[in-house]
């Protein structure tokens, strides 16, 4: 089992991308079903927020700590060896390791441009990648059990990896309610991870990634979809974490 830390009442695993594509694979291995959170700050602050999301977030076997300020947190808590595992950087990570393995990956969400585009920039990138399926669903406000004619298709593809960009909080309740239905062994919620690896959307700069600044350059490219997330967001989970720090003095 991966240590955890508690920050803002979610345990995020104490983890590097190496440690995390490691992990996965054995449990791909292993063929043990569980299913992968990616936690950026806004991801704990919404958690913190909703009890029920809380709890969806803390059963899964792994989440990753996606947002550097979770990263920076995490390691004035006293775990130095906690460094960022990115949605994009662990679905390419994964996806080049699992070409000598034989890694069968399914992706589902986003828009059938979106799913068309992706797999021809993972082929051309890892050519020895091995695709089970893709599927892109209608879109729709909440949670939803899913056509069991789908979970089906999932199933007979028999991939071991399936990839999910719903975006959070929507594709972490979707993978705990269809978690008992799924063959697959590891189900990862990789939100925007679609849309950048597929190159629909732009990514911030390495060196933006690494100082935190990220959000800014996301907030620029996208402003009205994401001013509430970054802006507010991004103060709740400062105030968050100063409170819960001054409650251990």
């Known amino acids: 089992m991966l240590k955890t830390i508690c920050l803002l009442g979610v345990n995020i695993s104490r983890i590097?991308?190496?440690?995390?594509?490691?992990?996965?694979?054995d449990w791909v291995n292993k063929?043990?079903?569980?299913?992968?959170?990616?936690?950026?700050a806004a991801t704990l602050v919404d958690a913190r927020q909703d009890e029920a999301y809380r709890k969806v977030v803390n059963e899964a076997g792994m989440v990753t700590p996606d947002g550097m300020p979770v990263v920076w947190l995490a390691r004035l808590r006293g775990c130095p060896e906690v460094d960022r595992v990115y949605g994009p950087d662990l679905m390419r990570e994964l996806c080049e390791k699992g070409q000598d393995t034989g890694?069968?990956?399914?992706?589902?969400?986003?828009?059938p441009e979106t799913l068309l585009r992706l797999e021809q920039k993972l082929i051309e990138r890892f050519p020895k990648i091995m695709?089970?399926?893709?599927?892109a669903p209608p879109f729709k406000k909440g949670i939803w059990q899913e056509d069991p004619n789908i979970i089906d298709r999932i199933?007979?593809?028999?991939?071991?990896?399936?990839?999910?960009?719903?975006?959070?909080p929507k594709q972490d309740f979707w993978m705990k309610l269809h978690r008992p239905d799924l063959k697959v062994p590891v189900m990862i919620?990789?939100?925007?991870?679609?849309?950048?690896?597929?190159?629909?959307?732009p990514q911030a700069p390495r060196w933006m990634q690494r100082s935190g600044l990220e959000w800014?350059?996301?907030?620029?490219?996208?402003?009205r979809r994401l001013w509430k997330r970054y802006l507010i967001g991004n103060s709740l989970f400062l105030i968050y974490a100063i409170k819960d720090s001054l409650k251990k003095f």
Request: net charge positive; charged share 15%; glycine share 10%.
């Open 189 to 201: 919620g990789a939100g925007a991870a679609f849309d950048f690896c597929a190159g629909v959307k």
């Open 31 to 40: 063929k043990q079903t569980t299913y992968v959170c990616v936690a950026p």
């Open 16 to 25: 590097n991308l190496p440690l995390a594509t490691r992990q996965i694979i």
């Open 131 to 135: 695709i089970a399926g893709t599927y």
């Open 155 to 168: 199933n007979r593809a028999e991939a071991d990896i399936l990839w999910i960009g719903l975006g959070s």
């Open 216 to 223: 800014m350059f996301r907030l620029c490219c996208e402003p």
């Open 103 to 111: 890694l069968r990956h399914f992706f589902y969400g986003a828009t």
